[in-house]
C-alpha cells in the first residue's frame, strides 16, 4: 500500500509519517530530503521543481514491487502531484490512500513553523509568511484528514493506522 502524506508545512506530516512509517516497517519517501539533493547534484539546477516528485513517484514504485508499504511525505499542493502518487500505486498494482494533514490551529501552525529545526542539508525552511501564502489547492477528491492541533504524535499516528486496512505492523 502507497500511504500518500500531503499537507501545509509545519502540520506535522513528516512527524507522523516517520512514526508510521516505523510502526509499519514502511518506507519512507520524504520530498524534502530528495529536492535538496537534485539542487546540491552536479545538474545546476537552483530548485528541484517537479523532479523530486518524478524521482519519489519512481522509487515508490520500486518499493511497492518488493511488496514494501510506502510512506511517502510531501506537500502535495497541486491536484497533479497528489495523482501522481496514485499513478504510481497503480503502476505497482498496489492500493493507495490519500491523507491531508492539517493543524485547524493557526497559533499551534505558526509556532511550529517558526521554531522547528531540519536535519536536511540545503532545505529552505519557509516563514509562516510563505506557509500562509502557499497555493495549496484544495481537494477535489475522497482522502482522510487527520488534524494534529492539540494531539500526540501518537494519537495522530494511531489515527492514521485505523484508517488502513490490515497492514504487518512492528
Known amino acids: 500500500m502507497l500511504i500518500i502524506l500531503a ?3 509545519g502540520s506535522g506530516k513528516s512527524t507522523v509519517g516517520r512514526e508510521a512509517a516505523r510502526c509499519l516497517g514502511a518506507s519512507y519517501l520524504r520530498i524534502d530530503t530528495i529536492d535538496p539533493a537534485i539542487v546540491r547534484s552536479s545538474l545546476g539546477v537552483a530548485t528541484a521543481e517537479e ?3 518524478l524521482v519519489g513517484n519512481v522509487v515508490a514504485v520500486d518499493n511497492l514491487r518488493l511488496g514494501l508499504t510506502v510512506v511517502a511525505d510531501s506537500v502535495n499542493p497541486v491536484g497533479e502531484s497528489r495523482i501522481g502518487w496514485r499513478d504510481a500505486a497503480a503502476e505497482a498494482g ?3 490512500i490519500d491523507v ?7 497559533v499551534e501552525h505558526r509556532h511550529r513553523v517558526e521554531t522547528r529545526t531540519t536535519d536536511i542539508e540545503g ?3 519557509p516563514t509562516w509568511q510563505d506557509v500562509v501564502d502557499s497555493d495549496y489547492e484544495p481537494w ?3 482522502h482522510v484528514v487527520i488534524d494534529t492541533a492539540g494531539k500526540s504524535v501518537t494519537e495522530c499516528v ?9 497492514l ?3
Open 94 to 96: 498496489c492500493e493507495s
Open 168 to 170: 504487518p505492523r512492528n
Open 100 to 106: 491531508e494533514i492539517v493543524c485547524s490551529d493557526p
Open 7 to 9: 499537507g501545509l508545512p
Open 51 to 53: 523532479a523530486g516528485y
Open 158 to 166: 494511531d489515527e492514521l493506522l485505523d484508517c488502513l486496512p490490515p
Open 140 to 142: 477535489g477528491e475522497d
Open 123 to 125: 532545505l529552505n525552511r
